[in-house]
Every structure is written in C-alpha cells, then in structure tokens.
C-alpha cells in the first residue's frame, strides 16, 4: 500500500519568514501526491498535486511543493507566510484498494501556527 | 464555499442507535466520498459512489452502508452505533470517478456524538 508520513505534528514559524511543512511518501510505482488544508470547523481544501512533469508544483495562495524522487519528498513550501495560513495541513497519496479502486490516503496532518 | 452540502451539522445520539448523514455533491460532480475523521486514526477512507454505484471501498464497518440516489446526493447510514463511532464525518465530490484525478471538494462535515 502506498503511504505518506508527516513528521512534524506542529510548525511554529514568524509572519513574513518561509515555511516549509514536510512529507515523505512510500509509493511502488509513480507516486499522484496532493496537499490539502483545513481550517477550524471546515472540510479540507485542495491546494495542489504532483502527478507528471516539473518537480516544482505551484498550488493556491501562494503555496508549492517540491517533489524529489531521490528523497521520496514531496515538501510544502511557501516563501512568506501569512497568519491567517495557520490551519492543518494534509499530505496525500492516491493508493490502489485491495479489490478495485482507488482511493486518497491522508497523512495525520502537520499543524501550522503562524505567529506576528 | 466548496459547494458541498452535509447535514445535519451536529448530531448526538446513544449507543445502539441508527443515524442517517446526507451529503449533496457540488453540481457536476459525480463521485461522491465519504472519510472518518477522528483524533486517533486520522482521515480514514469509507466508500466511494460514482454515478451512483459503488467504486471504491475502504475501511467501513459492516454496521456501516451507503448510497448515492439518481440525483446524485448520498446517504451513509451508521447503525448499532458504539461510542468508538464518535468522529468527524465528511462527504467530498469530485468530477470524475478517480480521486485526485480532480481535487476532491469536501463539505464541512456532520459532528456525530454517540453517548
């Protein structure tokens, strides 16, 4: 089964620093990688995904990831972070069902707190 | 706005009962799903329709089915309920029937309480 690890349960970073929130994934195969967030009492949002292509994926709000194969990463980023990006992040992988089908496997989520 | 609709919001019942959460995907899409939310397991995938038929199915207990109507709104129904079925229930809907082929667009969730 594919999987994704978040390592980090909480990021504390400074309004207008860079921010990175890791993930690393295990994948047979080419990895489909996604980062969703989600903010208090919400479903989560789609930022952005890596299927094919730049190793770079811009996403919504500002936000990119850097795929990188050798590492088996696949790290969000953003260059200056805003308070209100403070939310939980989720790293995903699309993984195959024993029995048919597909489905996206969640990571347990990074919480990112940005502070003035 | 995702433009997925889940009700109710809330929902608090006792063990052994039988609750009915519905979700009404974004217009357009297809592919309804349904995820468990819950401080000790995380995202935990349930079952996916398209097109009102099942497609995928992940880890759903058997007390535990669903559907999804003409319409395509979707209906996931959890019985006998135990106090471990106390969890963040989310419906997402997607354009096609492969996740992430499309983002997936996620309602905000139906907050069931089993005491």
């Known amino acids: 089964a594919q999987s994704v690890a978040q390592p980090e349960d909480q990021v504390n970073v400074a309004e207008g620093n860079p921010l990175t929130v890791k993930c690393t994934y295990s994948?047979?195969?080419?990895?489909?990688l996604f980062w969703y967030v989600q903010y208090p009492n919400r479903g989560l949002q789609f930022l952005l995904k890596?299927?094919?292509?730049?190793?770079l994926v811009k996403g919504s709000y500002g936000f990119e990831a850097e795929f990188n194969k050798s590492q088996t990463s696949f790290h969000l980023k953003k260059p200056s972070a805003l308070v209100s990006d403070s939310a939980l992040y989720f790293c995903?992988?699309?993984?195959?069902?024993?029995?048919?089908?597909?489905?996206?496997?969640f990571g347990t989520g990074t919480q990112l707190k940005v502070e003035l | 706005d995702s433009g997925v609709t889940q009700t109710p919001k809330h929902l608090i019942t006792a063990t052994g009962q039988r609750v009915t959460l519905r979700c009404s995907p974004r217009?357009?899409?297809?592919?309804v799903y349904w995820y468990q939310q819950s401080l000790d397991q995380g995202l935990q995938f349930l079952i996916q329709?398209?097109?009102?038929?099942?497609?995928a199915k992940g880890n759903i207990l058997e007390r535990f089915s669903a559907q999804q109507f003409p319409d395509l709104h979707s209906e996931l129904n959890l019985s006998s309920l135990e106090l471990g079925d106390s969890a963040l229930y989310f419906c997402?809907?997607?354009?096609?029937?492969?996740?992430?082929?499309?983002?997936?667009?996620f309602g905000n969730g139906t907050r069931l309480t089993v005491t």
């Open positions: 995903a992988v699309r993984d195959r069902i024993t029995g048919g089908g597909n489905k996206l496997t």
């Open positions: 217009s357009g899409d297809l592919s």
């Open positions: 994948v047979s195969g080419n990895p489909y």
């Open positions: 997402a809907s997607s354009v096609d029937g492969t996740p992430g082929s499309s983002p997936l667009h």
């Open positions: 890596y299927i094919t292509g730049d190793n």
């Open positions: 329709y398209y097109n009102g038929e099942e497609r």
